[in-house]
């Protein structure tokens, strides 16, 4: 099975509540890096990265579909277009890893829903992607596990941390720094990031 | 096999950073909640819960070991006279499952951790807990990693998102609403907590 993996992508000033601690060219960079991350954990969990992208966004080795829609809108655009099972990953997650993402496409059930920190939804798997639609933003993974009750469909509830981790604000940071193996956590490294670990909690700095 | 759970518990003015949202007896009986929480899902996971109390604490269904010691201090006094696996969690999690607990005691590997928010350890199952020792606060995460390293043990770090998310924040609270199912959940919900959802961050709200 080599489902497609749809990861929406925003490559202009992506991350903007990381702008305190990254300018904009740094922060389109560390995106880039995540996606990079994410790319490469669908690639060896066997599934085939597509980037849903608002803007034109040049990519060697993998597919783009640009839309001119928002983030429900393209995905609801392709959606009942697919067939087969589906992978949709968000393009922040840089702890993902194909034992993760092989637990969430191993489901037995017809949705497999990942949530994120605070009610998001950072994967969801469908089998029959044209009976479910999506519905991002505020509590989103209670919207999505009623989307498919209401669809009469089955879900799995997909218990990882590494893909729980989404990478929005400044303390999201320490995570990547600990948990992270691939590009993003050098790219931070790079600019000078590290975890300050004193015996209270762990921060993260800077050296400039 | 049937492993005793070390639960370190601290009756007497827990969760202090909830300070702002709980009185002093609420925070009590919320963590006491939380502990029941803990409690159900490792006996659900046929493990024997121990708690490691610094205060004398009634307890009517579990052992209760009292000591003067702070949290490594205890620990480390048991391990070495503990025969057999082991496995310590932490009170504070009140989405611990069954299944998430049977992902750590099935380890085929000689010490599992499961990794707290912001660097900390949440849970450690030791097969041979006297060839170990703990050091919790700060980033323990990783210096529990580096201990078993040169303990020449073998690690596991388990993927779970239900065992990582311990609950010391106010904004950790949102995480209880949506996926907490037990004793902790229904106690805020009676003192008038819900989420408050709306098209960007999900937060948490008190009607009085």
């Not at 993402?101 to 469908?126: E, M, S, W, Y």
């Not at 729980?164 to 303390?171: K, L, Q, R, S, V």
């Amino acid at each position: 099975m080599c489902p497609p993996a749809l990861i929406p992508y925003k490559p202009k000033n992506p991350k903007t509540r990381l702008s305190s601690l990254l300018s904009d060219e740094e922060r389109e960079r560390f995106a880039a890096a995540m996606l990079d991350d994410v790319k490469a954990a669908v690639k060896d969990a066997m599934c085939s990265p597509v980037l849903v992208c608002t803007e034109l966004f040049d990519s060697e080795d993998v597919q783009v579909t640009i839309t001119d829609a928002d983030l429900n809108g393209s995905l609801n655009a392709i959606l009942p277009q697919s067939v087969g099972p589906t992978l949709i990953i968000m393009a922040d997650l840089p702890l993902a890893d194909a034992a993760s993402i092989r637990r969430v496409i191993q489901t037995d059930k017809d949705v497999a829903l990942v949530p994120g920190r605070g009610g998001g939804t950072n994967v969801i798997f469908l089998k029959d992607p044209a009976k479910f639609h999506v519905d991002y933003y505020g509590a989103s993974f209670l919207k999505h596990k009623k989307i498919a009750e209401e669809a009469g469909v089955s879900v799995d509830v997909i218990d990882s941390f590494r893909l729980h981790t989404d990478i929005d604000e400044p303390w999201d940071l320490v995570e990547l720094l600990i948990h992270g193996t691939g590009k993003s956590r050098a790219y931070l490294e790079e600019l000078g990031f590290s975890i300050s670990a004193d015996q209270g909690r762990v921060g993260v700095g800077r050296k400039r």
